[in-house]
């Protein structure tokens, strides 16, 4: 089984987490850290993203 390393986007981190069983209920920008991305999920789950992060995240995907 052969793995790569993907940068991915905002929109492609949401299909990660969908394709996983988590549902999304709502994203929103945190003002109050100014640059932290939460998302709420079904179930209670809080995912919070840093700009930074998303711009350097990386998933390892099954090839």
């Known amino acids: 089984m052969q793995t790569k390393l993907v940068s ?3 929109r492609q981190a949401l299909r990660v987490l969908e394709r996983n069983g988590y549902r ?3 994203a929103y920008y945190d003002t109050d850290q ?3 991305y939460v998302f709420k999920l079904e179930g209670g789950a ?3 993203l840093s700009m930074s992060s998303l711009r350097g995240l990386a998933l390892q995907l099954n090839a």
């Open 34 to 36: 100014c640059r932290y």
């Open 46 to 48: 809080d995912v919070t």
């Open 8 to 10: 991915i986007t905002v």
């Open 24 to 26: 999304l209920l709502r």
